[in-house]
């Protein structure tokens, strides 16, 4: 299988500096790997083009809301999304949890609204609670997900995981939700990623993915 990289560029750039992306990656060769690119919502009309020029790239989001579409201002329904391009999206990154006190409940409904409208969601986990929020999830639901292993540790520091014991969390992962393709997280570069692509069916790259050129060598290498 195709190894998917994402790139989650989390709460940076303005719309400028997404163009000046787009712009350099437009200019880059295909790499084997498939990227998702995960902008800002706001930035997600401006990658568009990018999307549509190259054919190892498609675009996701970084949330969705838990409710679908009605009065719940600020919020961003999976009906927001329809038009956009939009394949994959993030939910439950521990960032959400950590700073908008987001619930296992409240990912799995959005796992649920993002089905709906046929957007795959990867579902990002720390080993602590890999069977909690698999058990909030409808049962039926589990295998359509995409998972992401990112250990709060290596999120942001520098410090990835060994890629051998990481494998052994991919292995839990896989008893509770099924065969789904599970990805790395956490401080994943150049440098180690093939490391982690030897076990994972990918990664999620947040640091390392806001220069277009240093991801697009990390893709080449995953
Ligand atoms: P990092 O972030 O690559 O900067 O560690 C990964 C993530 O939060 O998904």
Redesign the pocket.
């Known amino acids: 299988m195709q190894k998917l990289v994402v790139a ?1 560029w ?1 709460s940076h750039k303005n719309l400028s500096e997404a163009e000046a992306w787009c712009e350099t990656m437009l200019g880059l060769e295909p790499v084997s790997s498939l990227m998702i690119l995960t902008p800002p919502f706001s930035l997600l009309s401006a990658v568009q083009n990018l999307a549509d020029e190259r054919r190892d790239l498609v675009l996701g989001a970084q949330d969705i809301s838990p409710y679908p579409a009605g009065s719940y201002t600020g919020a961003i329904s999976a009906r927001n999304l329809e038009g956009l391009n939009v394949q994959y999206v993030i939910v439950g ?3 959400r949890r950590q700073h908008f006190g987001e619930s296992h409940q409240d990912v799995a409904k959005k796992v649920a609204q993002a089905i709906e409208v046929g957007v795959t969601p990867i579902v ?1 986990l720390d080993e602590d609670y890999i069977a909690d929020q698999a058990q909030a999830i409808d049962a039926e639901l589990l295998e359509r997900c995409v998972v ?1 292993y ?1 250990p709060l540790s ?4 520098g410090d990835s995981a060994d890629p051998a014991e990481a494998a052994q969390i991919k292995d839990r992962i896989q008893k509770v939700f099924g065969l789904v393709p599970v990805l790395y ?4 570069d150049e440098d180690n990623v093939a490391t982690f692509t030897e076990y994972f069916d990918g990664v ?6 806001l220069d277009a050129t240093e991801f697009h060598s990390l893709a080449q290498r995953a």
């Open positions: 989650n989390k990154h521990s960032e990002c992401a990112e290596s999120i942001g520091t997280g956490g401080s994943v999620i790259v947040g640091g390392e993915s």
